[in-house]
């Protein structure tokens, strides 16, 4: 447990058998990068968007047709520079709490040549979301997962009128709802779980949108505002 810790959060990511975005090469096809990616993001544990995911997430980014999107929980960027690959006009603003991982994260967008419309910033994105100004056609909630309703009221000021808001992991391993979710949570998972329901309520009543929640990867709520 404590390896696995240390792996992912200890400065792991520049050293041992996974070079996580080190190499400054310019000239990477962008699918041997992503490939990369999911490489070393398998190696280090980091969880980015599970391959059964992605579709539903390029398909809401290609109906969205975002020009600024925000990201709640960058980790290497995978998640961010497929956004940036389906949306060629699109920038982005990324928010992470862990340095390192933003630091390769920089490093593979850079590669990826598209860190000219990427800002990392690095810090809670709780308390960053404050300090930021309006205007994103597409959020991305994929943080602590514990924060999700709170993510959800703080990024409302800063929504497009045609926003759509997407969440992932929002059935967290089937704990959320549905067949298998009747038991109380254990205790590790309890505030995760409470306050992933609390999302869905919140987004599902939320007055102004329309949501779907796909059961894909670990699910995907994909809330549409449309007033
Ligand atoms: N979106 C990425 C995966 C993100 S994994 C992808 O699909 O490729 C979740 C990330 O959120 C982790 O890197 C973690 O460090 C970060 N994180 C967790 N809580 C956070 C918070 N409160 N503020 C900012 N980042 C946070
Ligand atoms: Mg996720």
């Known amino acids: 447990m404590m390896e696995k810790e240390n792996a ?28 990369e990616m999911e490489r070393c993001a398998k190696a280090r544990e980091v ?12 398909r809401t980014v290609r109906e969205a047709a975002p020009l600024r999107i925000l990201e709640l929980g960058t980790a290497i960027g995978y998640s961010a520079l497929l956004a940036l690959r389906e949306s060629p ?15 390769a994260a920089r490093s593979f ?51 497009t009128k045609r926003a759509v808001v997407v969440a992932d992991n929002v059935l967290f391993r089937g704990l959320v709802e549905g067949e298998g979710s009747e038991e109380w949570p254990k205790h590790s998972y309890r505030t995760m779980v409470l306050q992933l329901r609390e999302y869905l309520r919140l987004v599902r009543s939320a007055t ?13 709520a994909v809330s549409w505002r449309d007033e």
């Open 208 to 220: 102004g949108f329309r949501t779907e929640v796909f059961p894909e990867g670990d699910g995907m």
């Open 89 to 103: 006009d699109a920038r982005i603003v990324t928010i992470e709490r862990d340095a390192d991982m933003a630091e």
């Open 8 to 35: 992912r959060y200890s400065g792991g990511l520049k050293n041992g058998n996974c070079v996580c975005g080190a190499r400054a090469v310019n000239r990477d096809s962008l699918e041997g990068l992503l490939r």
């Open 47 to 58: 969880p980015i968007l599970a391959e059964a995911a992605r579709p539903v997430f390029l």
């Open 109 to 159: 967008l850079g590669r990826a040549g598209v860190l000219g419309r990427a800002t990392v910033l690095v810090g809670e994105a709780e308390k960053l979301l404050p300090t930021l100004a309006g205007n994103f056609d597409l959020v991305f909630i994929d943080a602590a997962k514990s924060r999700y309703p709170d993510f959800w009221l703080g990024v409302q000021p800063l929504l």
